[in-house]
């Protein structure tokens, strides 16, 4: 079992920042395939990004790819997702997940993830 906590969510103006962390405890993560997906108000789960267990291979959707970046530090047990150049369409509660996986292979669809974070609100203000 992987149990998983965001942080780092919150208010912020057009154009700026924030972090988000998810750490993991449990068992180890180390080879966890990771995932950031989000959900708008009256909208479907969408994926985000998404990285291999060894930080090797990334995905971004294509609407945050060049603003935000998805890194591991396994030895923190902790992903984050440094989102820049945020835009108010950005707002949604974001949520972490994780799957047990070897290899490269990166996940996108939340119905592949075993594990999910509680979620943190990201509200960007115009």
Same mark, same amino acid.
Not at 81 to 86: A, E, F, R
Not at 113 to 124: A, E, H, P
């Given at each position: 079992?992987?149990?998983?906590?965001e942080s780092g969510g919150g208010l912020v103006q057009a154009g700026g920042s924030l972090r988000l962390s998810c750490a993991a405890?449990?068992?180890?993560?180390?080879?966890?395939?990771?995932?950031?997906?989000r959900q708008a108000p009256g909208k479907e789960r969408e994926i985000v990004a998404a990285t291999s267990w060894s930080g090797n291979n990334r995905y971004y959707v294509d609407s945050v790819k060049d603003r935000f970046s998805i890194s591991v530090d396994n030895a923190k047990n902790t992903v984050y $997702?440094?989102?820049?150049?945020?835009k108010p369409?950005?707002?949604?509660v @974001?949520?972490?997940?994780?799957?047990?996986? $070897?290899g490269s292979s990166f996940y996108i669809s939340r119905r592949e993830?075993? @594990?999910?974070?509680?979620?943190?609100?990201?509200?960007?203000s115009d």
């Open positions: 079992q992987v149990q998983l906590v405890s449990g068992r180890t993560y180390s080879h966890y395939a990771m995932g950031w997906f $997702l440094q989102m820049n150049s945020l369409e950005d707002t949604a @974001y949520y972490c997940a994780a799957r047990r996986a $070897l993830y075993d @594990y999910w974070g509680q979620g943190t609100q990201v509200t960007v």
